[in-house]
Structure formats: C-alpha cells, structure tokens
C-alpha cells in the first residue's frame, strides 16, 4: 500500500524557504512569480514537499546560471 506523505502548512514551506507566510500564499496564488506548486483545499493552501524540493531546486539552477526565476 502506497503512503502518502503529509501535505505542508504554508508557515511551514515559509520556514524552508527563508520568507514570510504571507510571501508563499502570494507566489503559490500565481499572482507572483515564481509561482510555488500548491493544492488547494477548500480555503486551504496545503504543499507536497517533493514540490517544494523541485521549486527549490529550480530556482537554485536558474541563479547559478544567471537565468531569471519564472
């Protein structure tokens, strides 16, 4: 049986990321970009944290590049 793993809190993906709260609910809303992968669950916002690895990661490559985060 497959188990899946426990969704993050926003504060929580704020902690990793080094912003605010307020930071990852406007990126993971689309109305900023980088966009943060989200589900959302009625009026919650809820992250896998494999997605939040691949964002983190994404964004990683594309300063190391010089490449602007979209």
Same mark, same amino acid.
């Given at each position: 049986?497959? @188990?899946? #793993?426990?969704?993050? =809190?926003? /504060?929580?993906?704020?902690? @990793?990321?080094? !912003? $605010? %709260? =307020?930071? %990852?609910? &406007?990126?993971? $809303?689309?109305?900023?970009? *980088? &966009?943060? *992968? $989200?589900?959302?669950?009625?009026?919650? %916002? /809820?992250? /896998? @944290?494999?997605?939040? =690895?691949?964002?983190?990661?994404?964004?990683?490559?594309?300063? #190391?590049?010089?490449? *602007?985060? !979209?």
């Amino acid at each position: 049986m497959n @188990q899946v #793993a426990p969704l993050l =809190t926003a /504060r929580e993906v704020a902690r @990793q990321l080094g !912003v $605010s %709260v =307020t930071w %990852v609910l &406007q990126h993971a $809303s689309g109305f900023r970009k *980088p &966009q943060v *992968p $989200s589900i959302k669950l009625g009026g919650a %916002v /809820r992250f /896998r @944290q494999e997605d939040i =690895t691949v964002f983190i990661e994404h964004c990683r490559r594309c300063m #190391a590049n010089g490449i *602007p985060i !979209v």
